[in-house]
């Protein structure tokens, strides 16, 4: 039996308007187990009405009060909720169980927990003359908004948005991806038992064709804050910039990992496997270009093919599972092709290459084997494009220079890695990075406070503590004359 999910709109549980449904597969065993509204126009615009009308009053609640609420949803996720939702990511993403219970749902609620007391500790600017006037800035909510958020780290990534939003006054319509959207129901239900307002958080399922255009293009939605690939961050521009609205795009990536020979060898070789295949390899900020100083390629090489290959690739749910399923059958179809095109370009296969198939439960699965592949020039396709899969690709270098030239030749900016024990090195080639994240000696060591967010063709703006509470509000210069 399927489970039927529902929309959430004016604080209710809604079927969508025409009745339709596209399917909800999980990855590791390809059977469908839920039926997602195929949200319309008609069903954004229900959500606009309702979020609307309750944007006045949320805007007015107190801080401390929407706080109090923000941190009510938190503590729901943390407890009463929280094995229904690691199990609900899993069955929905495909991602080992261990991913979705300690890191992806304390995420979800480390994002409302944040937020709530940030706007706790908000403050503005004055620009006093002397005895004659004085200018302060007010922030107020924006209004309505849109968050859109993609299937790799689904509740994590959208309560990244929404919390600020909601933290900040604003309303919202939000829209999960259609491929991942169990988890953002559950957080439907979450958010009725914690006493949200009716109207103040709707979430419209669908696909982004139909639903996620209709909240890009609904003239009464102000804001939109989006993370996806790179090419839909374009048509949301296309759409929303002539409109004027304000715009967070947080995009593709193709980072660089930058391996110096100086480096802390175990915690760089440890960290790199997870660098690399951390959740198949679908996060954004996962570091899929290697490169390696020259002195200790040949070591690398040996042993992290070695640790790859001790890599279990199996049932998610299983607990001694390293790697579970990639997202959906579209997406194992496309890292396969980029294999197919790696080989063509003449990459050599160290390790991985191919599907694999799993025996039982998991027969029908999206498994890839990690991969590893060498000898590419830097500008062909498969180190040019975002595989966004359990695919790197590793590069010798000889000097500083040349990795920072390899490292930034790409369309992407969105992060990377160094691995140096020189601290002049570290600083010099940070600040020569085209990256908006930079992580040295570490990777993916997340403070909910710091600028996150990409340059180049890896996003406009930037996300995380009081970058995103900006985002959310229109600064209003205030000016009174004393003469
Ligand atoms: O993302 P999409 P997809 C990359 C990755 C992946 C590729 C495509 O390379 O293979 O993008 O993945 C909604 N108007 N990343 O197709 O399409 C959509 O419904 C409004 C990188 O899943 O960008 C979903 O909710 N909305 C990435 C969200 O946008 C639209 C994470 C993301 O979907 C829309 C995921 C439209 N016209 C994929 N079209 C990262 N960097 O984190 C789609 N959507």
């Given at each position: 039996?399927?489970?039927?999910?529902?929309?959430?709109?004016?604080?209710?549980?809604?079927?969508?308007?025409?009745?339709?449904?596209?399917?909800?597969?999980?990855?590791?065993?390809?059977?469908?187990?839920?039926?997602?509204?195929?949200?319309?126009?008609?069903?954004?615009?229900?959500?606009?009405?309702?979020?609307?009308?309750?944007?006045?009053?949320?805007?007015?609640?107190?801080?401390?009060?929407?706080?109090?609420?923000?941190?009510?949803?938190?503590?729901?996720?943390?407890?009463?909720?929280?094995?229904?939702?690691?199990?609900?990511?899993?069955?929905?993403?495909?991602?080992?169980?261990?991913?979705?219970?300690?890191?992806?749902?304390?995420?979800?609620?480390?994002?409302?927990?944040?937020?709530?007391?940030?706007?706790?500790?908000?403050?503005?600017?004055?620009?006093?003359?002397?005895?004659?006037?004085?200018?302060?800035?007010?922030?107020?909510?924006?209004?309505?908004?849109?968050?859109?958020s993609p299937w790799n780290l689904p509740l994590y990534l959208f309560t990244w948005k929404?919390?600020?939003?909601?933290?900040?006054?604003?309303?919202?319509?939000?829209?999960?991806?259609?491929?991942?959207?169990?988890?953002?129901?559950?957080?439907?239900?979450?958010?009725?038992?914690?006493?949200?307002?009716?109207?103040?958080?709707?979430?419209?399922?669908?696909?982004?064709?139909?639903?996620?255009?209709?909240?890009?293009?609904?003239?009464?939605?102000?804001?939109?804050?989006?993370?996806?690939?790179?090419?839909?961050?374009?048509?949301?521009?296309?759409?929303?910039?002539?409109?004027?609205?304000?715009?967070?795009?947080?995009?593709?990536?193709?980072?660089?990992?930058?391996?110096?020979?100086?480096?802390?060898?175990?915690?760089?070789?440890?960290?790199?496997?997870?660098?690399?295949?951390?959740?198949?390899?679908?996060?954004?900020?996962?570091?899929?270009?290697?490169?390696?100083?020259?002195?200790?390629?040949?070591?690398?090489?040996?042993?992290?093919?070695?640790?790859?290959?001790?890599?279990?690739?199996?049932?998610?749910?299983?607990?001694?599972?390293?790697?579970?399923?990639?997202?959906?059958?579209?997406?194992?179809?496309?890292?396969?092709?980029?294999?197919?095109?790696?080989?063509?370009?003449?990459?050599?296969?160290?390790?991985?290459?191919?599907?694999?198939?799993?025996?039982?439960?998991?027969?029908?699965?999206?498994?890839?084997?990690?991969?590893?592949?060498?000898?590419?020039?830097?500008?062909?396709?498969?180190?040019?494009?975002?595989?966004?899969?359990?695919?790197?690709?590793?590069?010798?270098?000889?000097?500083?220079?040349?990795?920072?030239?390899?490292?930034?030749?790409?369309?992407?900016?969105?992060?990377?890695?160094?691995?140096?024990?020189?601290?002049?090195?570290?600083?010099?080639?940070?600040?020569?990075?085209?990256?908006?994240?930079?992580?040295?000696?570490?990777?993916?060591?997340?403070?909910?406070?710091?600028?996150?967010?990409?340059?180049?063709?890896?996003?406009?703006?930037?996300?995380?503590?009081?970058?995103?509470?900006?985002?959310?509000?229109?600064?209003?210069?205030?000016?009174?004359?004393?003469?």
């Amino acid at each position: 039996m399927e489970i039927i999910l529902q929309n959430y709109i004016g604080g209710e549980l809604l079927s969508p308007l025409e009745e339709a449904y596209i399917h909800g597969t999980n990855p590791a065993t390809g059977e469908t187990f839920a039926l997602v509204p195929d949200s319309t126009a008609k069903d954004v615009d229900l959500a606009v009405e309702s979020a609307q009308s309750a944007f006045p009053s949320w805007s007015e609640t107190p801080a401390k009060e929407r706080s109090k609420i923000l941190h009510r949803i938190a503590e729901l996720i943390e407890t009463k909720y929280f094995d229904q939702l690691v199990e609900a990511e899993t069955t929905d993403n495909g991602k080992p169980l261990h991913l979705s219970r300690n890191v992806d749902i304390p995420r979800a609620a480390a994002n409302f927990h944040f937020f709530a007391s940030a706007i706790l500790h908000t403050h503005t600017e004055a620009f006093p003359n002397e005895s004659t006037s004085l200018n302060y800035t007010l922030r107020q909510p924006i209004g309505v908004v849109g968050c859109i958020s993609p299937w790799n780290l689904p509740l994590y990534l959208f309560t990244w948005k929404i919390a600020p939003a909601l933290a900040a006054g604003c309303t919202v319509v939000g829209k999960p991806s259609e491929i991942t959207p169990y988890t953002s129901f559950l957080l439907s239900k979450i958010c009725m038992e914690a006493g949200l307002p009716a109207g103040v958080l709707n979430i419209v399922h669908g696909t982004g064709p139909k639903a996620g255009r209709a909240i890009t293009s609904h003239p009464e939605i102000k804001a939109i804050s989006f993370t996806g690939g790179t090419k839909t961050g374009a048509e949301i521009s296309r759409i929303a910039a002539p409109m004027f609205k304000k715009l967070s795009l947080e995009l593709g990536g193709k980072n660089p990992n930058i391996i110096f020979e100086d480096c802390n060898y175990d915690k760089m070789i440890e960290t790199t496997l997870r660098s690399s295949f951390s959740n198949q390899g679908q996060i954004c900020l996962c570091g899929s270009r290697i490169f390696v100083q020259e002195g200790i390629y040949d070591r690398f090489k040996k042993d992290f093919v070695k640790k790859t290959e001790q890599l279990k690739v199996g049932d998610p749910l299983a607990p001694t599972t390293d790697v579970g399923a990639v997202v959906s059958e579209a997406h194992l179809n496309k890292i396969l092709n980029y294999i197919e095109l790696a080989k063509e370009e003449g990459g050599t296969m160290l390790t991985g290459g191919n599907r694999i198939v799993l025996e039982g439960r998991c027969k029908n699965g999206y498994f890839v084997a990690p991969t590893i592949i060498e000898g590419l020039d830097q500008q062909c396709r498969t180190n040019q494009e975002e595989i966004f899969g359990p695919v790197v690709t590793l590069a010798p270098f000889k000097k500083e220079e040349e990795a920072i030239q390899m490292a930034n030749a790409t369309q992407y900016g969105l992060s990377a890695t160094v691995w140096t024990q020189n601290l002049n090195v570290a600083h010099r080639v940070a600040n020569k990075l085209q990256a908006g994240i930079v992580w040295i000696n570490t990777w993916m060591l997340r403070d909910l406070r710091t600028y996150f967010g990409g340059m180049k063709q890896s996003g406009v703006g930037r996300e995380g503590g009081f970058q995103a509470l900006n985002f959310f509000t229109e600064a209003k210069n205030v000016t009174i004359d004393f003469t």
